[in-house]
């Protein structure tokens, strides 16, 4: 079941997704976060954030949207408050998920990240469709994706995952832009933009007007856009978007992605992250699969 993503070794390919897991430790009493492959930390800012106003989560069918507005305890909050906690756990990959407003203030979340013991790999969110001045504006502009990933990799002291956005007409030119600014791998796909109208009273359901789609409703297009990366970059890919079960994350791997991220399906049951771990490794022994990362791009068109 081991892999490995941008030299970083996974006892599974199956990883907690950003913003679904808290900071990790919250986890520890619910999980055995050895048996799953890392977890992402929620999205680490400069400053303390507190989000976007409620409502900021509502159920769709076959998923969720969510507007939290990238509400965090900020970086250094993080290294004193929860990192202890993350290295007592012994074996667990810890994946710092960072993001700014600005090139500046992603610098400055990894210069403080950098000093930090007990982190594999960074994922810069260049990708959020929450917040009026942040990630899209990255996410969905190439250069501005570049002069972002080539800056934080510059200064970066561990390998940079760049999570890039589902919001783009040509997600594979996104990814070699990605690519050719240095990163060491990508993941995808965060939230798809997206708007619920309450009919009776004619306002959005969320506050913030609109929201991420997440969860199984994303998941064939997830696939799809992963797909379209593992044909267009040489770097690893990390596919996410609607997994709730083992044979879901079969399909990202086969469609090109060596791990795969789980996030929503924490919410109906705090445990799946494990479940999924676990049923992905019963799922391999019992097709003949002898390595897990045997399957990465094994699709047959
Ligand atoms: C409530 C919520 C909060 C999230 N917060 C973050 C975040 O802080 N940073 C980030 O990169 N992605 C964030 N995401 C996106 C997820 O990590 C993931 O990319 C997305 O939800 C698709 O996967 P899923 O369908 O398995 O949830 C968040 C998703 C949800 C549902």
């Known amino acids: 079941m081991t892999v490995e993503v941008a030299g970083v070794a996974m006892r599974s390919p199956v990883i907690a997704?950003?913003?679904t897991f808290g900071y990790g430790v919250e986890f520890e009493e619910i999980l055995d976060l050895a048996k799953i492959g890392a977890f992402v930390t929620k999205g680490l800012s400069l400053h303390p954030m507190d989000g976007n106003k409620a409502p900021r989560i509502?159920?769709?069918?076959?998923?969720?949207?969510?507007?939290?507005?990238?509400?965090?305890?900020?970086?250094?909050?993080?290294?004193?408050?929860?990192?202890?906690?993350?290295r007592r756990m012994p074996g667990v990959v810890c994946i710092a998920n960072v993001f700014g407003y600005t090139i500046e203030d992603c610098l400055g979340v990894i210069e403080r990240l950098n000093d930090a013991e007990?982190?594999?790999?960074?994922?810069?969110?260049?990708?959020?469709?929450?917040?009026?001045?942040?990630?899209?504006?990255?996410?969905?502009?190439?250069?501005?994706?570049?002069?972002?990933?080539?800056?934080?990799?510059?200064?970066?002291k561990r390998p940079l995952m760049v999570k890039l956005s589902p919001n783009v007409t040509n997600i594979g030119g996104m990814a070699r832009v990605a690519q050719a600014a240095g990163a060491n791998a990508v993941s995808l796909v965060n939230t798809f933009l997206s708007l619920a109208i309450d009919?009776?009273?004619?306002?959005?359901?969320?506050?913030?007007v609109t929201g991420?789609?997440?969860?199984?409703?994303?998941?064939?297009?997830?696939?799809?856009?992963?797909?379209?990366?593992?044909?267009?970059?040489?770097?690893?890919?990390?596919g996410m978007g609607g997994i709730v079960k083992p044979e879901d994350a079969v399909e990202f791997l086969l469609a090109g992605a060596t791990a795969v991220e789980v996030g929503t399906a924490s919410?109906?049951?705090?445990?799946?992250?494990e479940k999924i771990s676990t049923g992905l490794e019963r799922w391999c022994a019992a097709n003949g699969v002898t390595n897990a990362a045997d399957l990465t791009g094994g699709l047959r068109t």
Not at 212 to 238: D, H, T, Y
């Open 199 to 208: 009919v009776k009273t004619r306002k959005p359901k969320i506050a913030n």
């Open 17 to 19: 997704a950003s913003g």
């Open 118 to 156: 007990g982190i594999a790999m960074y994922e810069l969110n260049a990708s959020c469709p929450n917040t009026k001045h942040g990630g899209m504006v990255f996410g969905t502009d190439p250069d501005s994706l570049g002069d972002l990933v080539h800056q934080c990799k510059n200064i970066s």
């Open 267 to 273: 919410y109906a049951d705090p445990r799946a992250v």
């Open 58 to 86: 509502i159920e769709t069918s076959s998923g969720m949207m969510n507007a939290i507005g990238l509400q965090n305890i900020g970086v250094e909050a993080f290294i004193k408050d929860k990192m202890p906690g993350i």
């Open 212 to 238: 991420g789609l997440s969860g199984p409703a994303i998941k064939p297009i997830a696939v799809r856009m992963v797909w379209e990366v593992a044909r267009s970059v040489n770097i690893p890919i990390v």
